[in-house]
């Protein structure tokens, strides 16, 4: 059970309202999901949080369904399962099929396999990955 | 410093030196980074996890410079330095341009800043993504 | 539920009632919660970390409130359910208003965000902060 | 090594100039950290970030050592060295002594290893932990 | 509830049949665990996961029961509570005891808290510990 | 470098004194890590980290060197440089060999990679392993 009370559209303020508002207009739903609503009981954080998540997750360089699906991959590691759950159904909705969330799974974990491995034998970073960042 | 000896072609048993030349055939890079020298002491991992690596690193669903973001990702998170190098360079080799690493981290940043709201306040998993895997 | 049953106040050993009557009379309560009971399985574990905990967690140039509310936001980054519900009702008894708890979470969040951020730019120490500790 | 140029104020765009003017004000110190040089290549994350960090430490139901202490505490056991140096000289400069950071540390540890008895045990949450928030 | 449908031997591929039939003959059981029906949604996955498991698991310079509890001990760290579950079963089917499993609770727990000392407290390496794997 | 000042023998006072003689004759060693000079700085952590210390690792009915080589392999998934180090050196004087950091390397890796399948597919615990520890 959430540690707070779970803010309804109805009974929320003015001010909470008009984020469930553009939530919805921008998601284009027309519910608001329990993340939300726990949040509202501190209306400065739903208004922060609410806006990262706006502008980071919006398409850009990057599209949305990878983004989606980088959020169900640290959701998986960090062993969260509303974020599992949540995140995966926004991924389906944007177009990620069964077998790329079995290939998603696969690579998480692989990936957590091989860092281990390089932190265990504290493997030096090779001159030539010294400057990774594309220009 | 590793903490094993990094092993090169030239010492490598006829077993490792095959390994490492399907390594460089299958990326089309002529020659091997630390990562591999470092597993070589330990042949049947070098085996098993370069076969991992061969297999779900492939494209699938997923393209392949996807899968590699997700692994620079990963990296990140369990903040291991050579794996953030290593996966950087094979991103930008596959497409990954500048704008998008920003991305990027933007989006593994943000991730584990939700993550801990939804742990935090235990939230409840909304009935709608009870199911959320696509058939 | 539980790994290893629960040991009741009247089925403990007189070693193990000892701290049981030591936690009672350390925290003023009359009760003693499940985290003890399990432990009392393994009577030197329950003593050591019972020391540890009181030693700690006592009053000191940090006062008992604020280790408290460290204490949750521990739990909440390692995802301990059991620790996130006790140690915010101890915290909840020494002081943290429901507000306070609003402001926790932010922070906790918010530093599991930017700790990413530094790490996944590799971020080099600025001169100024090397020898951070005060004198 | 930064993973990207870290952008001196001279070499910066006006927009970042005043997100560097707004940092210096607020925090009333006459330079920029490598954090904000490094975030100024994504000028987007930069001004989200920076905004976020301004609102969410700022004193409020919780005051700003306490909360630049969580932060320490975080950074710790994320493991990020960059954060431990610049969160610790803030939380110097507001005030935390060196007793007092050796007990923060010696709470930050055992945190982590309670948590850990906690989830092995698989400790069901007493009835009365059940709604600890308080109101 | 699993994300996935579990697939169960008579519902399953030749294919996946196979890989049923080596897991239950290398581990003398008559029956399979979810983990494995779990992941036979992706065939690939389950026969790369399995033969790996089956690979680094068999005893070799380090036994088997050895394994297993370092297997318990991760799944703690990592808060996966089916891998709690299962190989906590599997360690006691090798021989673990109940006063073994106390203790291996009693390591994990302390090892997380010293991790965090030496992390927080970015401690140098001794020079006696720079090459510490044995010839 | 250290955040704080490593505390030498002849520099250290008697009741720190007292706890390095106790460290070496326990460990039949001439000399002090850094670790404990460094939480010399706090007498109250470094007497009661000790204490937990040499109790816990003390042989029992796990043996000295399986708790040896479980603190190396925390100390590679929290990605402790110098528990890495420290850890590995302590288990090579304990009978560790080559081959055997090999194979522990290779099922801390695995262990993690696992660990995120059954996290991420959300695998409900069989009910055969509900009541797994040994009685």
Redesign the interface.
Known sequence: ????PLIDYDDATPEVRAIYDDIRATRRVD?I???WK??A??P??LE??W???K???AP???DAL??E???V??????????????H??AA?AKG???????????????????????????????E????????
Chains 1, 2, 3, 4, 5, 6 share one sequence.
Not at 1 to 4: E, G, K, P, R, S
Not at 107 to 124: K, M, S
Not at 128 to 135: E, G, K
Request: proline share 2%; net charge positive; hydrophobic share 45%.
């Open positions: 059970m959430a540690l707070v519910w999901n329990n993340f726990a949040l009981n501190d400065a954080t922060r949080v806006g990262s998540v502008s980071v997750m850009g360089a990057i990878t983004k699906m980088l959020y991959a640290f959701s998986v590691t960090n062993n969260c399962e509303y974020c599992i759950h949540s995966t159904a389906g990620m099929t069964r077998q790329m969330f079995g290939e998603l799974m696969a690579v998480v974990a692989l990936a957590n396999e091989t860092n281990r491995l390089a932190n265990g034998y504290r493997i030096d970073v090779d030539r990955f010294r400057d990774p960042v594309p220009r």
